[in-house]
């Protein structure tokens, strides 16, 4: 039996602090839901609507999860949707362990990347290419912020991020670093080798300047028209794109 | 002097069906009313913040239209911006006329492209690429959207767009027409013309059905890891930004 404390618990874990204290996190609708119960993550609950559990009968009856088959407006009145006539399912956050990079794999860094719709746009983009290691200095958005994970559509399952402090995280690094700048080299130009960092700034800032000594290659993409910058999430997807290009 | 009842009429201009009444739209915040006021759009009220004021002073002197030094919260309760410490912007929105492409020029199609943060974006993108024309289908996300606008950065000054049913326009044109597919011909592969369409469908249902026989080229973004998809607006950058390095 779903209690209104649990209910009230679910709901507590919008909130950062409550994560943070509880060390769980919750993603929401059909596709984030399922990839989740797919994952490794160890998920502790699920509620469903009888619709998601008629279409998700196997998925749901391997679980060692609790579940429950609850009402839409249950849902929605724990969860950060505004519609979820699918599923919400709670899971363990996983710890913030270093990540080893092997010399020839590309891996994202992100300096301050504070929106989580770009976080979250970033991880699926990442994820498209085939790059699944993230480094995010420690004021970047939250990884298990529901508009992160909502963004990410289920890429985050597939993702390992390590939070850290750039500067001496890349000083302990020998792979190159290869920057986004508004000023730099033409990404078109660039001869990307087979592995490296690419780095991204902060939405207004750019890349700090204590990064910058460490950037092997400053990387511009080439501008057409009058548009003064481009989002954070479509210049990483710029970059992904561009590198995977080279190495077909 | 600002009557109350101004700014309850700016308020309403929230709303599509005013708007379209009304023939008017507002932006909010510095990058965009700047922007408005070195446009041909015809502005007709400003409000603005004593710092706005102060920094802008030349900008708002040559102007014609009526402006009002208010401050910040009569900013934020007549726009959409939770913060504005800059100013709103009244202007008339310009008519639905058709525009002209020349045979060697590109221009971007959206088949019912919903959501008013993609739109946003991807004005942003096509006048980073130098690309100002876009087509919409009727059932498209409206331009002058607060939303749209913001998302835009801008941009939306230096963008044309037309509102039309896709599928009669497409036939009254002699251009290439490349549609953006889940399977097609790797864009890497691609050989692009001089000057075409690039046409990106919906984002749960892609390009629709009757558009399909009107397409020249179907197009795929290669994927190397496991996301279902690229976001529309990421999408269409990375179709700009491979027909752009290719006319390089």
Known sequence: ????????????????????????????GAKNVTELLLSDYEVSQVLFTPQFGNENEGLLKSLEAKAYEVSQSTLESVGSFQT?????????????????????????ALDDVKDPGNLGTIIRIADWYGIQKLFLSEESAEFYNPKVLHASMGSFTRTKVFYTDLKSHF?????????????????????????????????????????EPMVSHKITIPRFGQAESLNVAVATAIFCDNIKRSSK
Chains 1, 2 share one sequence.
Do not use: D
């Not at 979820?84 to 994202?108: H, R, Y």
């Open 1 to 28: 039996m779903l209690s209104k404390n649990t209910l009230k618990f679910i709901k507590s874990l919008q909130q950062k602090k409550f994560r943070k204290q509880e060390q769980l996190f919750f993603v929401e």
């Open 84 to 108: 979820n006539s699918a599923a919400l399912a709670v899971a363990k956050i996983k710890p913030n362990s270093p990540i080893e990079l092997e010399s020839e794999e590309w891996a994202i």
């Open 171 to 211: 000083e302990k690094l020998s792979l190159p670093i290869y920057g986004a700048y508004l000023e730099g080299e033409s990404i078109y130009e660039t001869k990307f080798g087979k592995g490296g960092i690419i780095l991204m700034g902060n939405e207004s800032n750019g890349i700090s300047e204590e990064l």
